[in-house]
């Protein structure tokens, strides 16, 4: 048996900069994980190499959004030969799936033909994105499934993309290490406190923008869209 996680006490955490871990995969409860030192990737620095700008560009993998939320969790759940155990557990799995159906929680998928090989899923709040996790069954499918959400990110006037602990992996794709102070001045203005506006209220980031900016008003969050605007968003300046 698994422990119940409250969706709103998960909103809760993240807003003061807290999430939530298990130990393993079976595990029936949670901890809060408060780090000292963030990740982060700011969203104008991405970094897009040649190499994956061609696998973009060229649409080697169909993208989509929101199309198979609960997949993308339990195929990150999965164990795998560079990742043999999992911090999310059953309690994790259900209050993000409920988070999902709330609104709340995104996920993008990376897809060859029908076949679901990568993706990312994560939670968001006012013009934050708090990136979960990401998995790859598929050359290059994790870091087209970040750059496409940097992209979407962009489009949809986002401000943090909260990337939890450092790797190897994130660096090269642009990502950087802040303090814990630096971090909270920006969620602080991300998803609105006392100090970050006159009223305290920042307003939603909007995660559908991107494909509108590909297929017009009518277009919903499982359009795919083109790896060309995507490569275009991710090399415009502010």
């Known amino acids: 048996m698994f422990e119940p996680l409250d969706p709103a006490l998960v909103l809760g955490a993240y807003s003061v900069g807290v999430f939530p871990m298990a130990d393993s995969r079976d595990a029936a409860s949670v901890y809060w994980v408060e780090p000292r030192r ?13 190499s994956l700008r061609k696998v973009v560009v060229a649409d080697r993998f169909r993208v989509t959004a929101d199309q198979a939320f609960g997949e993308i969790v339990r195929l990150c759940a999965q164990s795998a030969d560079d990742r043999p ?32 090989v990568g993706g990312l899923y994560g939670l968001a709040i006012g013009r934050a994105f708090f990136g979960e996790s990401m998995v790859s069954r598929a050359t290059n499918a994790s870091k087209v499934a970040i750059a496409t959400l940097v992209a979407r990110l962009r489009a949809g006037g ?6 939890q602990f450092m790797t190897a992996h994130l660096a090269s794709l642009g990502a950087v290490e802040i303090s ?3 971090y909270m001045a920006l969620l602080g203005a991300a998803i609105g406190s006392s100090d970050a506006s006159s009223s305290g ?9 991107l494909e509108r900016l590909g297929a017009g008003d009518d277009a919903a969050a499982g359009s795919t869209v083109p790896g060309k605007l995507i490569a275009q968003l991710l090399t415009q300046t502010s």
Do not use: K, Y
């Open 158 to 163: 986002f401000t943090l993309l909260d990337c």
């Open 180 to 182: 814990r102070r630096d």
């Open 85 to 116: 155990e999992t911090w999310i557990n059953r309690s994790i799995e259900q209050a993000f799936q409920r988070l999902h159906d709330m609104g709340h929680a995104h996920s993008v998928e990376c897809w060859a033909g029908d076949q679901l």
């Open 201 to 209: 209220v920042v307003a939603d980031g909007d995660f559908v923008a």
């Open 38 to 50: 963030r990740a982060i990737l700011p969203l104008d620095r991405f970094h897009l190499s040649r």
